[in-house]
């Protein structure tokens, strides 16, 4: 992630696509402004968390309010502007909406999240799935289906409104019937294959039998983390874990395989968690001894966590991946608070940081005040020119957590 | 035996162990300058390091440090009779017959040669960066460390602040440098007082003076053959990096709030 500036800017030149918005960025400043900070390398400022998380907050609802249903626009994308509502993300963000009411008192947050589990509800399809892609589409995604069931099973939770429950059942149900014998799911999924990080959507089946004591959804589960379980190698690493057949994954889906199991790990007997504990351990350490070696001279703050990582633990991109680096940060102080190993909430605290200092809370531009990008530069190779709502989301609910838990050490 | 010094920018330290090693008949023979000079600054400088440096500048001074209350060093000094001459570094050396070594790198091919043909039995280092295998083996003995925490548990970086932070017991390990981070064998542990109203930085001053005791009882037993070195378990411990200033700031108002005086 460190390059010279001048390998920056030949990247830059050298791509079609930035030639084309750099030319529609010429017409609107705001966009024009992130694409030269990015180019020099130079940063916003940084607040206090407070101001951090409402800015990424104040963009989730924007992001709700432009598409007028209550489910969350996709993206603001430097080509599209805001995109259509996308029900995977809107299911998860609805929990980020609920955690946020309970910090700050504000009822509003509580009445947006039930308006987009309202709407998943309204959009659900018939055999109890949840609908793949952004936009209204007719095929069903495993998971997506999952994402879906962890935000209606915080509605729950929180209102205690059956309907939620109910939703929540019916896509468990399907996910049930539609697993394979070996416990993956390889039908109906992104690119047709099987993911390990399908682990996510193992977590929402034990969430909805935290809700109804119903066992199936627990072996079910516990079939899947099973099969995630036999990916993982003697170096730690976990095959399958990226979007398509042999691609070097992103950090995003790496993580999203190592929160499924983490979380996950809760619902189970002491053998299998510590096992999954230790798999989940492993993999994070590795990610964060790179990320705290990659600096200049011992003192110095780390560098960019690079977006994707291989199968021997070496970083293979000259871009971060914001929304992996919230996602990491997440895991990391989740592990600290259940081993106190403090060098992962260090680690995360200063993944944070560098979050931080790529959010404008200045914009006059809605789509990108208080927006956390795809990718740093903005035209790396994830979600490129685009700010994805799942970034901000992972970013706040990371805000959350680490201000619990800074909260109680200063206690 | 032949002792050398290792330091690294304010040559105050090394100085006031030169002078108490001096004192106690175990005068070293040279000391090893790291100094960056201003044409591997240049070339090392690039735009997005300034810039990052620039910004990190900034974020240490929000962050506000508290600073040290006393200047332990300094009174150590005067208790030892230790008056450090207020001239430059390389008149010392003159005028105490000593060779001073100034490079920016201590791996370089002309330490190497240096420390060989002068037959140096022991480094002591006070912050000479990495070294590298070439270097370390061509020191008969080895060359020491003062490493700010417990070994093998705490490795690393600001280790007496994540011994803090663990409510350990803070102090100094003497150990011998090898090829890893912190992993030499060790010689010993020395705890550091911590008094009320204490910060951090006073105890880092404070390990100072335990570091310059610590290495003149290594160099008595290592001439007198009486030294006993500890493997380390490397799997006991934990290599640390540097502590986020928030953590920091926690570790410093448990110190002030809650002073339990551990020895």
């Not at chain 2, 960066?129 to 690393?156: C, D, Q, W």
């Amino acid at each position: 992630m460190r390059k010279l500036s001048l390998s920056v800017l030949v990247d830059f030149i050298f791509r079609k696509t930035n030639i084309k918005i750099f030319v529609k960025s010429i017409f609107h400043p705001s966009l024009l402004r992130v694409i030269l900070r990015d180019l020099f390398r130079i940063k916003y400022n940084r607040y206090s968390d407070k101001d951090h998380l409402a800015g990424a907050m104040e963009w989730l609802c924007m992001s709700q309010d432009m598409t007028g249903c209550g489910g969350c626009s996709a993206t603001y994308s430097f080509e599209r502007g805001w995109t259509l509502p996308y029900p995977e993300t809107t299911g998860y963000i609805i929990s980020t909406f609920l955690k946020y009411s309970t910090l700050t008192g504000k009822s509003t947050y509580i009445e947006r999240a039930r308006q987009m589990g309202d709407w998943e509800i309204d959009i659900q399809l018939p055999t109890g799935a949840v609908r793949g892609g952004s936009g209204i589409n007719d095929y069903p995604i495993v998971f997506n289906t999952g994402m879906v069931i962890l935000g209606w099973s915080d509605l729950y939770e929180f209102t205690k409104d059956t309907r939620y429950l109910d939703a929540a059942i019916r896509a468990a149900d399907w996910l049930c019937s539609i697993i394979d014998p070996d416990g993956k799911w390889s039908r109906f999924t992104y690119n047709e294959i099987p993911h390990a990080y399908h682990s996510r959507v193992a977590w929402s089946l034990l969430e909805v039998y935290k809700h109804t004591a119903n066992t199936v959804y627990k072996d079910v589960a516990r079939k899947n983390l099973n099969w995630v379980l036999s990916l993982v190698q003697r170096n730690g690493w976990i095959e399958e874990m990226g979007f398509y057949k042999g691609e070097i994954p992103l950090t995003h889906t790496i993580v999203y395989t190592l929160r499924g199991l983490l979380e996950s790990s809760a619902y189970f007997e002491e053998e299998l968690r510590l096992k999954i504990f230790q798999v989940v351990v492993t993999a994070s350490e590795k990610l964060m001894l790179k990320y705290e070696l990659n600096k200049r001279h011992p003192n110095a703050t780390p560098g960019y966590f690079p977006g994707r990582i291989n199968s021997k633990w070496q970083p293979m991109a000259n871009f971060t991946c914001l929304t992996g680096d919230a996602q990491m940060a997440i895991v990391w102080i989740k592990i600290y608070e259940l081993n106190q190993d403090a060098r992962f909430l260090n680690s995360a605290i200063k993944m944070l940081d560098q979050i931080k200092e790529l959010q404008d809370l200045n914009s006059k531009n809605n789509g990108l005040k208080g927006g956390i990008r795809g990718s740093y530069p903005i035209w790396g190779n994830y979600m490129p020119y685009s700010y994805p709502n799942w970034a901000a989301k992972f970013f706040a609910d990371a805000l959350i957590l680490q201000g619990e838990v800074i909260n109680k050490l200063e206690r | 035996m032949k002792t050398g010094i290792v330091a690294t920018g304010d040559p105050r330290f090394a100085l006031t162990l030169f002078y108490y090693l001096k004192l106690r008949s175990c005068k070293p023979e040279c000391i090893i300058l790291i100094k960056r000079n201003i044409f591997s600054k240049i070339k090392r400088a690039s735009f997005p390091r300034i810039l990052d440096s620039l910004q990190e500048r900034c974020n240490n001074r929000q962050t506000g440090q508290r600073r040290c209350s006393r200047d332990y060093l300094a009174e150590f000094a005067r208790r030892q009779e230790i008056k450090l001459p207020g001239f430059s570094l390389s008149r010392i050396c003159k005028i105490e017959k000593m060779r001073l070594f100034i490079t920016d790198d201590v791996n370089n091919s002309r330490v190497i040669d240096y420390l060989r043909n002068a037959q140096i039995d022991l480094l002591l280092n006070t912050g000479g960066g990495l070294y590298k295998s070439e270097v370390i083996s061509t020191v008969r003995t080895g060359i020491l460390n003062a490493h700010m925490g417990p070994l093998p548990e705490f490795r690393g970086m600001n280790v007496m602040e994540w011994s803090l932070f663990y409510g350990r017991d803070i102090g100094v390990t003497l150990h011998f440098i090898d090829k890893g981070i912190d992993t030499g064998d060790i010689l010993m542990f020395k705890t550091i007082p911590v008094e009320s109203g204490d910060t951090i930085e006073d105890l880092r001053n404070k390990s100072g003076i335990v570091n310059i005791e610590l290495f003149y009882t290594a160099i008595k037993c290592i001439s007198e053959n009486k030294l006993e070195r500890t493997t380390q378990l490397k799997d006991k411990g934990k290599q640390y990096f540097v502590m986020h200033p928030r953590l920091r700031s926690i570790v410093e108002n448990r110190l002030s709030n809650s002073f339990v005086s551990k020895i």
